[in-house]
């Protein structure tokens, strides 16, 4: 158990709709990330964000929005799905914004219908 | 851009056995980080061992080694004595490490290689 924890594990949703990925990360850490990993694209880094603030951004769509609250969880926001959204979406954390080293949660699998 | 290459799909290995995984990664940058990560059935990504390019020791953590060629921008890991738990998908990646040692967890994994041990 690396102490990340994720919710839902599985979600099934239809094209168009909207869901929310909920991340807590380990205790203390301070930096969130988020990751989504498809058959085609493999694993890709979204955005990270370190004490409530936006610190990087990666191959994220427009549709795809994050935010990092005060008590540090997280949460990935998908709007106006595709059929090719359907995911694993992974949630890592770590201690410092000068680590090397991530913990990642067990994933969201996404379905989009 | 980084890129990272793994070259073997899959491979399998005889519980007890030793065996090598491949990495190539390509990047401009002098100073960054590279990693193995497990991905079992259970699908949790799961560090297996971590290597700084700055050292020129290769890590090495219980029966998982790496042997880190810079020059050849080649990274791969050795699994000595396989057990049966080793079965998972195994994925090279990259992170840059940016002025002062900050890193922004910006990992760039490689495609994956399936390892199966079989007893």
């Known amino acids: 158990d690396s102490g990340v924890t994720q919710t839902p594990k599985h979600l099934i949703t239809a094209t168009g709709q909207r869901v929310t990925l909920r991340c807590s990360p380990r205790?203390?850490?301070?930096?969130v990330y988020w990751y989504q990993q498809s058959l085609d694209q493999g694993l890709q880094f979204l955005i990270q964000y370190y004490n409530g603030e936006e610190r990087a951004k990666g191959n994220i769509l427009e549709r795809f929005s994050a935010q990092q609250f005060p008590d540090l969880h997280s949460e990935l926001n998908l709007s106006s799905l595709e059929l090719g959204d359907s995911a694993l979406y992974f949630c890592a954390s770590s201690p410092r914004l000068n680590t090397g080293e991530l913990f990642f949660g067990e994933g969201s699998r996404l379905t989009v219908l | 851009a980084q890129t990272v290459t793994q070259s073997q799909p899959e491979m399998s290995v005889q519980e007890a056995e030793t065996v090598t995984l491949s990495c190539t990664y390509d990047?401009?940058?002098?100073?960054?980080?590279l990693f193995w990560y497990k991905q079992p059935p259970s699908r949790q990504m799961i560090l297996v061992i971590r290597?700084?390019?700055?050292?020129?020791q290769n890590a090495t953590e219980n029966r998982f080694s790496v042997n880190f060629q810079k020059a050849a921008k080649s990274f791969s890991l050795k699994i000595s004595d396989s057990q049966l738990g080793d079965t998972a998908m195994y994925f090279c990646?990259?992170?840059?490490?940016?002025?002062?040692?900050?890193?922004?967890?910006?990992?760039?994994f490689g495609q994956g290689t399936i390892l199966t041990v079989h007893p």
């Open positions: 990047t401009s940058e002098s100073n960054y980080y």
């Open positions: 205790s203390g850490d301070l930096s």
């Open positions: 990646a990259f992170m840059k490490q940016y002025a002062g040692g900050t890193s922004y967890g910006k990992l760039t």
């Open positions: 290597q700084e390019a700055y050292k020129q």
